[in-house]
């Protein structure tokens, strides 16, 4: 059983900056695409951050400039730091991993994608 297990969320004032981790297996971290996803209360799941297996990144115009996705082969990590957060940052954080790479710009259920994590909750207060 393939498990994601996200790390890092908590409470932060704007401006401030938090880093998630998400743990996977070996084999999901070097062969799939990893994402980052969140949902705001009442939203819809967006993506945030993307990283096929060729290392390429894509990020959601939300949050170019301000967020880095990594990984870290050694920890068996997924990263993503976020810095100068903002109110409307405030949601629930995912990671997820499947074999085919999806745009942050897309819409995609959560069938969409093989293995998502339970999820961290970041809130930014202004």
């Known amino acids: 059983q393939v498990r994601l297990s996200e790390s890092g969320g908590g409470s932060v004032q704007a401006g401030g900056s938090l880093r998630l981790s998400c743990v996977a297996p070996?084999?999901?971290?070097?062969?799939?695409?990893m994402a980052w996803y969140r949902q705001a209360p009442g939203k819809e799941r967006e993506g945030v951050a993307s990283?096929?297996?060729?290392?390429?990144?894509e990020y959601a115009d939300s949050v170019k400039g301000r967020f880095t996705a990594s990984k870290d082969y050694a920890k068996n990590t997924l990263y993503l730091q976020m810095n100068n957060l903002k109110p409307d940052d405030t949601g629930t954080y995912y990671c997820?991993?499947?074999?085919?790479?999806?745009?942050?710009?897309?819409?995609?259920?959560?069938?969409?994608?093989?293995?998502w994590g339970q999820g961290t909750q970041v809130t930014v207060s202004s």
């Open positions: 997820a991993a499947d074999r085919d790479c999806f745009s942050p710009h897309m819409r995609v259920d959560v069938d969409d994608l093989r293995y």
């Open positions: 070996d084999d999901v971290l070097s062969n799939y695409c």
């Open positions: 990283i096929d297996v060729d290392r390429s990144i």
